[in-house]
């Protein structure tokens, strides 16, 4: 007697979920693997509509469901960077320029524990608007040097109450909580993109862009500098050719003291200074 293995109805809505990936996947021309481990909610939701203004399309996906809808659109390459928490992003804008945006418009979330400081925190001088209460032994904890004035609580001087690289604690979680202070950056990190049919990996969309605008200078300089040497005239080195030019005649001129009208006053100068310096120093061999 053989036994049928009865396989398990896919509901409706993850036919209908990857359908509309892949939709996606092949009308942008462009499709980014995002990491989103440790953003909440609430920043994803900032980070989207930023996005959004863009024309661009972020969308959460289980992994299941968006290598299903990657790979119907042929674009399987992205398959093996889905591992973890991620997102797709589908855009027009090219990918390296969209990785320098996504950077430059990071969200500041609240700190958690044991969160590691990215900079130096620092509570700032002045009135936290906060009474006097139990607050004020998390400054103490922390050492933060407090006053009481005009019914509130005051920080008498800028403290640094984390230095970069440095775990956050409860208390210090709590106090930044408690002031406003969001001292954590977040946002999405690039895993992969598929460009023109080849996927590359986030690192290689990397761009040092002072080392690139250094190498252009450079380029820009010794580009300027090859037409003016080589006499190869354009409109950004004509007039210091021509200069060049004028120069060197009158030097040519000078040093093989031809009678040219331009030349002649100078010339004769030379040489009635040379003929001085002569003068002298026969003057001084004849004692």
């Given amino acids: 007697m053989s036994t049928l293995k009865l396989r398990k109805r896919v509901p409706e809505w993850k036919i209908r979920r990857v359908e509309y990936i892949r939709r996606l996947a092949e009308k942008y021309p462009y499709i980014l693997v995002v990491s989103i481990e440790n953003v909440s909610s609430p920043v994803l939701s900032e980070i989207r509509a930023i996005l959004k203004a863009k024309g661009d399309v972020l969308k959460v996906i289980k992994n299941t469901l968006a290598i299903r809808a990657l790979k119907a659109a042929g674009r399987e ?77 005051w920080v008498t001087k800028d403290t640094i109450v984390a230095r970069k690289g440095e775990r956050i604690t409860s208390d210090l979680a709590e106090l930044l909580k408690r002031l406003g202070i969001k001292p954590i950056e977040v946002g999405l990190h690039i895993k992969a993109a598929y460009i023109d049919g080849h996927v590359i990996s986030g690192d290689e969309l990397e761009l040092d862009l002072e080392k690139y605008k250094e190498e252009i200078a450079n380029a820009h300089t010794q580009a300027i500098n090859l037409s003016i040497n080589s006499v190869f005239p354009t409109r950004e080195t004509v007039e210091a ?6 120069i060197e005649s009158h030097y040519l001129v000078l040093n093989t003291v031809l009678p040219i009208k331009e030349s002649l006053e100078s010339a004769l100068r030379r040489g009635v200074l040379e003929a001085q310096v002569l003068h002298s120093q026969v003057e001084k061999s004849l004692g």
């Fill in 77 to 153: 390459g992205l398959v093996k960077y889905l591992k973890g928490s991620n997102a797709l992003l589908f855009t027009r804008t090219n990918p390296f320029s969209l990785k320098i945006f996504i950077d430059k418009n990071r969200v500041r979330r609240e700190a958690r524990v044991g969160d590691i400081a990215q900079n130096d925190i620092v509570i700032s001088e002045g009135n936290t608007g906060f009474p006097p209460g139990p607050l004020i032994s998390l400054f103490n904890k922390l050492r933060i040097p407090i006053r009481i004035q005009e019914g509130s609580i």
């Fill in 241 to 246: 050719i021509l200069t060049k030019s004028i």
